[in-house]
């Protein structure tokens, strides 16, 4: 992504910011294995597929808790930052260079849809990275309220889109076609689950003609998702203007920020993850529980691992050293991290994909984390700027 380490010559680098960014791509691959791996119910519901013990329930309590959304809003509040550190180095036409680069990266990420992962950000952090030259100018509280509002609009337009399933099923209605719809998208319908299984095991010719064919309906879901990818992107400015991001406040202030995100953001969770049990986990309910109102919550403790990293990272040693180092390679980590699980799990690699369970999956999501870890640091070293970052830079320059 947009990284302070691509301007050594206009900001004094911060260590603590790599690493967070560097934490945050390794975080995200926490979920985005069960894309790979599993059915695109079973992201959200363990009983939708892949769920057939105890350890599987535990694991999705873990994610839905700690990770899921919760790098997500890490990523997309580094990639403010970049943004913004940009767009203040001014230079000739930042505007137009800005815009060549959010061109660029859709680009990138419409490849990497079609190609790779069909759960692809680029594309909505490149379309909501739109509308950041009219916030740069705005004061770190401006920004924070800002993200705030989104957020607010993102639970009004999740809660009327996914609404009338959710009443549905509160007003013990069956059959309607609204149920129906949630349960094809977040439940156990046979034929839907069938019939994904299938498009996983699909060649690549097959799913490149596939996922082409379907870009305007990835499209619509693209602009749904805007809101809240726009509310952490405005978040992130907001914190680095007023100086947390920038490694400038105190420590204890960090930790306050942090234990007061978390003291709001895990009861709420664990609440809305308590529903789910006592209901049987129903699709009406997987739904807004996943996509909307957990919303606030996951903001929140992405606040929290942010302020924890700023207020405990300090100094150089080679665990800080190496996770910086992923960090400054983050968009070539995302994307090689796709093409790793897609070689373990698509039908044109080893094939696994619909034939592990949900731990399972977990498990193998750490062998893209230990490439990141294992390259990234000598690449850094001896050779700087990672080749997909180099070739965004190029691209963008290019035309703009």
Request: hydrophobic share 55%; aromatic share 8%; charged share 10%.
């Amino acid at each position: 992504m947009v990284t302070p380490a691509d301007l050594p010559h206009v900001h004094q680098r911060v260590l603590a910011l790599d690493v967070l960014r560097g934490i945050a791509v390794i975080g995200i691959v926490g979920m985005n294995v069960h894309a790979f791996a599993l059915p695109g119910p079973a992201y959200y519901n363990p009983l939708s597929y892949g769920g057939t013990g105890p350890v599987d329930y535990w694991v999705w309590l873990g994610s839905f808790v700690f990770i899921e959304d919760k790098f997500r809003t890490l990523f997309a509040m580094l990639f403010g930052v970049g943004c913004l550190i940009l767009l203040e180095k001014g230079g000739v036409r930042p505007w137009r260079a800005h815009y060549a680069r959010m061109a660029v990266l859709f680009v990138i990420g419409l490849v990497h849809a079609i190609l790779l992962a069909s759960n692809d950000v680029l594309r909505a952090y490149a379309l909501a990275g739109l509308a950041l030259p009219l916030l740069a100018g705005l004061s770190a509280r401006a920004l924070v309220s800002v993200a705030i509002g989104l957020i607010l609009v993102h639970l009004a337009l999740g809660l009327a889109v996914l609404g009338a399933p959710l009443a549905d099923f509160h007003m013990k209605h069956s059959g309607t076609d609204a149920l129906l719809w949630a349960e094809r998208q977040f439940g156990r319908d046979p034929a839907a689950i069938t019939m994904l299984l299938e498009q996983g095991r699909e060649g690549l010719g097959e799913r490149i003609a596939r996922r082409s064919n379907g870009i305007p309906a990835q499209l619509r879901v693209l602009v749904a998702s805007l809101p809240l990818n726009l509310a952490a992107m405005t978040l992130g400015m907001g914190l680095w203007k007023a100086g947390m991001l920038k490694g400038q406040w105190r420590a204890f202030l960090l930790q306050r920020l942090a234990a007061g995100s978390a003291l709001v953001a895990l009861p709420g969770l664990l609440l809305l993850a308590a529903s789910l049990v006592a209901e049987g986990f129903p699709a009406a309910l997987v739904g807004p529980v996943a996509l909307v109102l957990s919303a606030p919550f996951d903001t929140l403790l992405g606040l929290s691992y942010a302020a924890l990293v700023m207020a405990f990272v300090s100094r150089a040693t080679l665990l800080t050293r190496t996770l910086a180092a992923v960090g400054r390679l983050s968009l070539t980590n995302y994307l090689m991290t796709s093409l790793i699980l897609a070689g373990i799990f698509a039908g044109w690699g080893l094939g696994l994909f619909g034939e592990v369970t949900r731990w399972q999956a977990f498990a193998l999501g750490l062998v893209p984390v230990a490439a990141m870890l294992g390259w990234s640091l000598p690449w850094v070293s001896h050779v700087g700027q990672g080749p997909v970052e180099r070739a965004w830079r190029t691209g963008a320059k290019a035309l703009s």
